[in-house]
C-alpha cells in the first residue's frame, strides 16, 4: 500500500512540473516586457484581481496591472480595454473598481468594456472572443498568470500575445500568488484536455468602442 502511495504521490508531483515547465515554454515567445517592443493590436484584455489584501493594503499586483494597460494605451498600442473581473456579489465587483482606476489614469470611459463575468481566467479568455470579439489582442497580469491565460488562448485559436505587468518578487505575496498558480495551472490543463469546461455564463455580444 505505501508503495503505491508513493508510485501515485511521485506521478502527481511530475504532472506538476510538467505541466508547468510546458505552460512557461509555450509563452515565453509571446510576453514582452518593453512597452516599445510589443506590437500594437486592438485591443487589451486586463485580468482583475483584487484591489484589497488583508487589512486594507494595496494589491501591488492590481497596481501594476492597471499601470500597465494604462501605458499600453496611451503609447497607441491598443485602442481600448476590456477589463474582465469577479462581480460575484453586490459587495465585490473587480470590474468597476478596475474601470474607475483606469478613468484615474487618464484612459477615457468609452473605451473601457466591462466583463463582469470573468470569475476565472478561462472565463476571461473565452468571454473575450465569444462576447467582445478579440481574437488579435494583448492580455496584461504578471508572467506568471500571463502564462496559463496564454495557454488558454492558444488552446481556444486565439492569436494573443502578453504585456508582463510589473511583480514584486521576494515577498510573502509573490510567493503565495506563486503556490495558487501551480495548482492553477493543473486545473487549466484538465479543462481543456479531459473536462472541456465551459464559462459560468456567455450572455449577449458587447460592442467595444475603439480610439479612431
Do not use: C
Request: proline letters at 3%; glycine letters at 6%; charged letters at 25%.
Amino acid at each position: 500500500m505505501l508503495k503505491w502511495i508513493g508510485i501515485i504521490v511521485v506521478g502527481i508531483l511530475l504532472s506538476f512540473i510538467g505541466i508547468n515547465a510546458m505552460m512557461t515554454h509555450s509563452a515565453k515567445a509571446d510576453i514582452y516586457t518593453d512597452l516599445r517592443k510589443i506590437p500594437p493590436k486592438k485591443a487589451v484584455l486586463l485580468l482583475g484581481t483584487a484591489k484589497y489584501i488583508a487589512k486594507g493594503k494595496p494589491n501591488y499586483f492590481y497596481t501594476y496591472r492597471i499601470q500597465a494597460a494604462e501605458e499600453l494605451f496611451k503609447a497607441g498600442k491598443v485602442k481600448a480595454i476590456v477589463v474582465s473581473g469577479d462581480n460575484g456579489t453586490k459587495y465585490y465587483n473587480e470590474t468597476i473598481r478596475m474601470q474607475k482606476d483606469l478613468i484615474k489614469a487618464g484612459v477615457p470611459k468609452k473605451y473601457i468594456a466591462l466583463d463582469y463575468a470573468g470569475f476565472r481566467t478561462l472565463d476571461s479568455i473565452v468571454r473575450a472572443k465569444e462576447i467582445f470579439d478579440l481574437d488579435d489582442y494583448i492580455i496584461v497580469s504578471q508572467r506568471f498568470h500571463l502564462e496559463r491565460a496564454l495557454f488558454l488562448s492558444k488552446q481556444k485559436g486565439q492569436k494573443a500575445i502578453g504585456f508582463a505587468a510589473k511583480d514584486i518578487p521576494g515577498t510573502a505575496a509573490a510567493y503565495r500568488m506563486k503556490t495558487r498558480e501551480y495548482f492553477a495551472r493543473m486545473k487549466a490543463f484538465l479543462d481543456i484536455y479531459l473536462l472541456d469546461t465551459k464559462p459560468k455564463f456567455f450572455g449577449k455580444k458587447v460592442q467595444v468602442i475603439y480610439h479612431p
